[in-house]
DNA sequence: GTTTTTTCTTACCCACGGGTAAGATATCAG
DNA sequence: CTGATATCTTACCCGTGGGTAAGAAAAAAC
């Protein structure tokens, strides 16, 4: 069990003085409230928890959040940030609707072992007020929605075989967003090394459709951007 | 297997009278509880809320439960016992070890429409206690040391393209988990054509790993028991 | 009918946690 | 140095919800 100053330490420093800096302060809440949201939910989370680990008291996080909730919105709209900054570097960049999937499977699987990213997909939507909620699914679908697009685009060049799209998204949506439940980042498997294992696997499927000559090739495949 | 009659109520009916029935007000208790647990999570269910629905007060649950996260683990376990039911069945099953793997993600993806199942993969570990905690976990374990084995099997069987058994199995394992997240009771995909569409997809891969001479049969797999 | 047992209700306790009030203390601008 | 402002604390409010006490009312046992 992660004790205070050991794992996930270095935020409550940004406390320590009463220095104005609204800044890195907001930050630092905001790291340790993701921290503490993964570890035991939100619900289970009180504001006494995050204060107490920030070595100040409960009122003192209303001066940069108007209430729990808007923490809770933070950590999801920084989340979702990361996933569309992908999303838009893949969209960009040319290559194959298989490519495209690929690419994506890799840094999204990537985001997912960090705790903004995690939250997104972890942490319950129901805590969230309706306003809040309506924006996070809309990001949302959008992802869905981008996947899906991927797919059908490598349809259409070859590069995918014929299949359903929606359940293909479903699929490879599942198995990655998955990641954000058993990743522990004290774990064994280094994040990298998960994320270009599940590009591999879910591209290349797990069947063999065709009996190959020999071995087939365990190629280890380039990491992408 | 368990169809739930109507939409969401009728478990009313069972307290409607006082006669001594205990097994099936205990069960509709059960599902009750599972529904709402779905619908808003376990934290925010009231024990209040539950008794509402069937019409009495919350006193009277504890004659049937000790506390809330007694119906909890209850949830977890008609889960976990309907998974294991069908892994066993499959154990037994003979076949390629790609067979099995198929038949899996079918059951267990059909399992994931069903409210008891849904619980077990859908809601949060953290609300139960250690003990209960353990308990769950080895249940699950056990779900993925089995899946884990089929692949191993159909690798050695050469049935299945080699591959990192850990990796496949949380893939699928994601894919079909996350079933549970998105299915709606209410929705428009009934559950075996999830189930069946999943089995196929996830077989069969998605990329295309040898050109083929044309158009790739989308046969019917004929769902399994 | 009478007694016994189960079932369920009304009324209550209390710990927990989100949020606020009001004031103390440090930081900064001048 | 001084006043203004941002920062943080102590003390408190109160709604919510799990859980209990004690007894009423219905069912079964006799």
Known sequence: MPKDGAAAPSHWKAFASRRRDPATKREAVLQTAAHLFLEKSYGRTSLNDVAERLNITKPALYHYFRNKEEIL????????????????????HCGTGLEKVAAFIYSYANVMTVNFGRCVMRLDEGDLSSQAFAEVRTYKRKIDRRLRSFIEEGIADG???????????????????????????????????????????????LARTTPNSGEREVSRQEPLP
């Open 73 to 92: 919105l933070e950590c999801y709209r920084l989340g979702t940030g990361l996933i569309e900054e992908i999303l838009n570097e893949i969209a960009a």
């Open 159 to 205: 590069s995918i075989a014929p299949c359903d799209p929606k359940i293909a998204a479903f699929s490879i949506a599942g198995a990655v967003n998955w990641i954000c439940i058993w990743y522990e980042p004290e774990g064994e498997l280094p994040a990298e090394e998960i994320a270009s294992q599940f590009a591999r696997t879910l591209t290349q499927g």
